[in-house]
């Protein structure tokens, strides 16, 4: 019984003892610390990549939208002779 009653005691200590050796080993860091800090003045605003991103997105567009326009020319010759090609006799054709 009376290990029972010190087990969260000591769960609580053992916590607080890691926090305490966290606190007195670590040293925090700051950003002004770690790393070069680049000038607000040569970085690319966030409007440029968005621009730049939108017209390499628009570009795919056009891309997919010429292959699926030319695609779609194809078939629908194809369906045109096909539907000739059952009007009409083979011989006639070629």
Do not use: W
């Not at 860091?29 to 770690?34: F, G, I, L, R, V």
């Not at 990549?49 to 570009?59: G, K, S």
């Not at 567009?61 to 194809?74: G, I, Q, V, W």
Request: proline share 5%; charged share 25%; net charge negative.
């Amino acid at each position: 019984m009376l290990l029972d009653s010190m087990r969260p005691r000591a769960a609580v200590a053992t916590v607080m003892l890691v926090v305490l050796l966290q606190l007195v080993c670590f040293n925090p860091t700051y950003a002004e610390e770690s790393g070069s800090v680049i000038p607000a003045e040569s970085r690319p605003c966030v409007d440029c990549h968005a621009f730049e991103f939108m017209q390499r997105a628009l570009q795919d567009l056009k891309k997919t939208a010429f292959n699926l326009d030319s695609r779609t020319e194809d078939l629908v010759l194809r369906a045109e002779r096909r539907a000739l090609c059952d009007c009409m006799p083979a011989s006639s054709l070629h």
